[in-house]
Each structure stands twice: as C-alpha cells, then as structure tokens.
C-alpha cells in the first residue's frame, strides 16, 4: 500500500505545477510540496542522528520542533 509522501511524489513528477494545497490563501504546488518534504526529512533524520547519544528518546513532536514544524 502506498504511503501518502509516495502520492505527493508522483504527483510531483507528473505534474509539478499543480497546486496542490492552499493554505491561507497561499498556494503551495505539488513540486513545492515535494521539495519542502525533502528539506523537512533531512533536517528531521539529522536531528535524530545528534540525539542518538541521549539517554532519553526525543518525541516526534520535539523532533518537529527543532525541525522548524509548529
């Protein structure tokens, strides 16, 4: 079963230019989307690997915030 980022993605592939939410009156297309995701990852998998050595695991909300997700 696909996983929602796998829609996002193909649809980003097929048609980047679309929008794909818009939020606030601001549109977001499914290519800004997809890269927004990216970023969001990566910051989130690097937060992770810094808090490897920690005694305590960091929750997902934390790991949203140092992220930049509110």
Not at 13 to 38: F, H, N, V, W
Not at 45 to 54: D, I, P
Request: aromatic letters at 6%; proline letters at 3%; a positive charge.
């Amino acid at each position: 079963m696909k996983q929602f980022h796998d829609y996002v993605k193909d649809h980003a592939e097929r048609m980047p230019d679309k929008i794909a939410l818009t939020i606030s009156g601001r549109q977001i297309t499914y290519g800004a989307l997809d890269e927004l995701a990216c970023v969001v990852a990566r910051q989130l998998v690097g937060t992770v690997m810094a808090c490897r050595n920690r005694e305590k695991p960091v929750s997902a909300a934390s790991a949203g915030r140092y992220a930049g997700i509110r």
